[in-house]
Every structure is written in structure tokens, then in C-alpha cells.
């Protein structure tokens, strides 16, 4: 198994992080990184602790323990709103746009002034025309109420809001969820496109034609531990791995 290629300091690290709901421990020491302009996917079957890691990372687990360094900063005890001021994006699974506001309106929500890298480059700035370049459909509704949307359409204004926040990395929680197949490549290209601007992206995924598309390594997790890990092709090819931990 492949480890992190060299790109210098992780933008992420996560050292031995664990969660819990009440008594119950979801997350058992994870340790992983992502780098600047990488694609990372954490992949596993439902319940397997996806979304739970993106959530203790954001701070929106209050049982919870371990490392979580982000831009050479220890972010492990931060609130959510903290952590978003410092460049980190949440897009959630059930993606949580104010339905009564239009689409301009959401997008102005998440507005966030610029960002540089840690070695002084510029992160990209997002602009609603930017992100109506980005996201077509977008574009087509500016002032339709994010409640009269599809679900597809939700999901692409769950992610333009994050990105209108400039940040440096975004944690992407199932995108390809009951969303439809041209949303999803729509989707897929978009992640791509991200990351050409170096964009760095956590991605909770169980599709794993969609991860194929779009993600450079992977971590594979079963009942909050991380059980493989290594490129993205190397999954590809290794049906052993895919029986075990991905398929239903």
C-alpha cells in the first residue's frame, strides 16, 4: 500500500482521533492526511464512521478525541464556526440549505473574505459567476427558493455555499447520494475541477465508481477503524478489499 506522496506538510493530519455518541464509541484512533490539491476518499458501507469523521473533524462532535491539525494549526478542540473562519468547508450529507432563501441567497451566506496558502499563494475566490460557471444549473435559478429545488440541485448549492467561504479544503460528505446519475457526473467533474485550482478534498463515499473518478488515495473504514489504505487504483484492482469492506 502506497503512503501519502510527497506534497510537503499535510494541509490535514489527523492524529488518533476517536468519537463518541453518549457511551457508545463510533471512531477508534484514525490516523490520516491529505494534501494540498489531493483528493482523499474515505470510503466504507453505511455506518461504517464516514460521516462521523467529518463531523469530529468540523467540531460538531463534542465527545471526542485525538489530533486534528489543519494549515500546521492543532484545530482539535475548535467550534465548528472557528474551523470554518479557518478555511475548512463542511458540506453535509443532508446538505442543510435554507429553503425559503433563494439561491443568491445562500450563496451570500457562505461568503467569506479571501485566503492565501500556507506558503503565500492565493486560494482560489469564488464569486457567485464563478460558481454559476461552475454549476450550470446554478445559474439558471438564481432566484428560485433553495426549497423548490431537486435534490441534485440542493446538493450543487450545498457545495457552491461552502466554496463562496474561499476555503483551503473541504470536507465533502456523500455527494453521489440519491442524487441522479447526471448530477452525480456533473458532480464528479466539478470535484475534478476543484482540485486542478488545488483544492484539497476529504470525500465520504461507498460508490466507488464515483470515487474512481475523482479521488488520488483512499481509506477504507469498517466500525470506525481505518482496516486499508493506498491509492485509488489500488482499490480499483483489489476485489478481495472491495468484497470485505465495500460491497453490500
Not at 489531493?38 to 466504507?44: Q, S
Not at 442543510?96 to 461568503?111: C, K, Y
Not at 440542493?154 to 457545495?159: A, E, G, H, I, S
Request: aromatic share 6%.
Amino acid at each position: 500500500m502506497n503512503q501519502t506522496p510527497d506534497k510537503g506538510e499535510a494541509l490535514l493530519k489527523v492524529e488518533g482521533l476517536c468519537a463518541w455518541y453518549g457511551a457508545a464509541q463510533i471512531l477508534f484512533d484514525l490516523n490520516f492526511e491529505v494534501g494540498r490539491g489531493e483528493v482523499v476518499a474515505l470510503m466504507g458501507r453505511n455506518g461504517a464512521g464516514k460521516s462521523t469523521t467529518m463531523k469530529t473533524i468540523m467540531g460538531l462532535i463534542g465527545q471526542r478525541d485525538g489530533v486534528v491539525r489543519f494549515n500546521g494549526e492543532n484545530i482539535s478542540r475548535l467550534k465548528p464556526f472557528e474551523n470554518a473562519r479557518r478555511g475548512l468547508g463542511f458540506t453535509p450529507e443532508d446538505r442543510r440549505i435554507f429553503s425559503d432563501l433563494t439561491v443568491l441567497e445562500n450563496l451570500d451566506i457562505g461568503r467569506q473574505p479571501p485566503r492565501t496558502f500556507p506558503d503565500g499563494a492565493p486560494a482560489p475566490l469564488w464569486t457567485p459567476q464563478r460558481l454559476f460557471a461552475l454549476f450550470p444549473n446554478l445559474a439558471e435559478m438564481p432566484n428560485r427558493p433553495g426549497g423548490r429545488m431537486s435534490g441534485g440541485e440542493q446538493q450543487m448549492l450545498t457545495v457552491a455555499r461552502t466554496l463562496m467561504g474561499n476555503p483551503l479544503l473541504v470536507l465533502l460528505d456523500e455527494p453521489s447520494e440519491g442524487v441522479a446519475p447526471l448530477i452525480v457526473e456533473q458532480m464528479a467533474n466539478t470535484i475534478v475541477a476543484l482540485k486542478e485550482q488545488g483544492l484539497s478534498i476529504l470525500l465520504s463515499e461507498q460508490n466507488i465508481h464515483f470515487a474512481q473518478l475523482v479521488a488520488d488515495r483512499v481509506y477504507v473504514l469498517e466500525k470506525g477503524q481505518i482496516r486499508w489504505h493506498g491509492t485509488m487504483p489500488e482499490l480499483a484492482g483489489n476485489e478481495d478489499v472491495q468484497r470485505s469492506y465495500l460491497t453490500v
